[in-house]
């Protein structure tokens, strides 16, 4: 290894002015890119639809995505979430958990998708490359018997074989669902608009790939499990199961915004 100099040492006669502005590693092609802007030129932000005939649970369930909107009435997809039984995190941006058992980083999300707590929505397998690149957000209508319950989102890259592998996550709070700075509680039967904050990433979904994101309530050490009562997590030693709901219908479009790269800049 080499060794280290002092301040400045390794920068003389470097062109930073000629240097990009962005530069970012483009998973799936294994390549890195560079930009003057981000998101980056010729980014359409393209919203992905959920689909299902109500039996989205699970990866064998019946959960589409697709980029056409639903066209009638579709039943809700419902899944029980109970905090004593959280879906478990494998792998993700996660940091510093100072153990080999919670690894960051992509891995097969198969045990994940096996849960019945957890909706899968899948797209068709892609005829062509697909670069995702930029802040994804996913919009969802929801409802639950709860005061209070969390959304957890997924995205998966589909590989040939059949291999779920992680991409990018996000999570909201419902009490938070209007702002940060007040909590309004849900009420049984109403039905609301969540938007989940996923980040953003550099994926280049292949031929043959299918994409998929998957919805539950959690995803444990990741994120504090919500017990579901509307308290403080803190301090409370009891908790409820809650009875979730994901709409999509023509008048509750739940969907994912893609950050889809159609031109590269020269």
Same mark, same amino acid.
């Given at each position: 290894?080499?060794?280290?100099?002092?301040?400045?040492?390794?920068?003389?006669?470097?062109?930073?002015?000629?240097?990009?502005?962005?530069?970012?590693?483009?998973?799936?092609?294994?390549? *890195?890119?560079?930009?003057?802007?981000?998101?980056?030129?010729?980014?359409?932000?393209?919203?992905?639809?959920?689909?299902?005939?109500?039996?989205?649970?699970?990866?064998?369930?019946?959960?589409?995505?697709? *980029?056409?909107?639903?066209? @009638?009435?579709?039943?809700? +997809?419902?899944?029980?979430?109970?905090?004593?039984?959280?879906?478990?995190?494998?792998?993700?941006?996660? &940091? &510093?958990?100072?153990?080999?058992?919670?690894?960051?980083?992509?891995?097969?999300?198969?045990?994940?998708?096996?849960?019945?707590? !957890?909706?899968?929505?899948? @797209?068709?397998?892609?005829?062509?490359?697909?670069?995702?690149?930029?802040?994804?957000?996913?919009?969802?209508?929801?409802?639950?018997?709860?005061? +209070?319950?969390?959304?957890?989102? #997924?995205?998966?890259? !589909?590989?040939?074989?059949?291999?779920?592998?992680?991409?990018?996550?996000?999570?909201?709070?419902?009490?938070?669902?209007?702002?940060?700075?007040? #909590?309004?509680?849900?009420? /049984?039967? /109403?039905?609301?608009?969540? =938007?989940?904050?996923?980040?953003?990433?550099?994926?280049?979904?292949?031929?043959?790939?299918?994409?998929?994101? /998957?919805?539950?309530?959690?995803?444990?050490?990741? *994120?504090?499990?919500?017990?579901?009562?509307?308290?403080?997590?803190?301090?409370?030693?009891? *908790?409820? =199961?809650?009875?979730?709901?994901?709409?999509? @219908?023509?008048?509750?479009?739940?969907?994912?915004?893609?950050? !889809? !790269?159609?031109?590269?800049?020269?």
């Amino acid at each position: 290894t080499g060794g280290a100099g002092g301040a400045g040492a390794g920068t003389e006669g470097a062109d930073f002015e000629g240097m990009p502005r962005l530069q970012y590693y483009l998973m799936g092609a294994n390549e *890195w890119r560079s930009a003057d802007s981000w998101p980056v030129e010729g980014t359409e932000f393209r919203p992905m639809y959920l689909h299902s005939e109500g039996n989205a649970n699970t990866r064998y369930g019946d959960g589409r995505l697709s *980029w056409e909107a639903p066209a @009638s009435d579709q039943p809700a +997809d419902v899944f029980v979430y109970d905090p004593d039984d959280p879906v478990p995190t494998i792998g993700g941006p996660v &940091c &510093c958990t100072g153990t080999a058992d919670a690894p960051a980083g992509g891995f097969d999300q198969s045990a994940v998708e096996d849960r019945d707590d !957890v909706l899968v929505y899948t @797209s068709e397998p892609l005829t062509e490359a697909l670069e995702v690149t930029g802040p994804i957000e996913l919009v969802l209508h929801v409802s639950s018997d709860a005061r +209070d319950t969390d959304f957890v989102a #997924k995205l998966v890259d !589909v590989q040939l074989d059949g291999t779920p592998v992680n991409v990018q996550e996000g999570i909201q709070r419902a009490r938070y669902r209007e702002g940060y700075d007040r #909590k309004v509680w849900m009420e /049984e039967g /109403e039905v609301y608009e969540v =938007r989940i904050d996923m980040q953003a990433t550099a994926n280049q979904f292949l031929p043959g790939h299918r994409i998929r994101l /998957e919805v539950t309530s959690s995803s444990f050490p990741r *994120w504090e499990r919500n017990l579901n009562t509307g308290g403080n997590n803190y301090d409370e030693t009891q *908790w409820v =199961r809650a009875r979730n709901s994901v709409h999509h @219908s023509p008048g509750r479009l739940s969907h994912v915004v893609l950050p !889809v !790269v159609t031109a590269q800049e020269e």
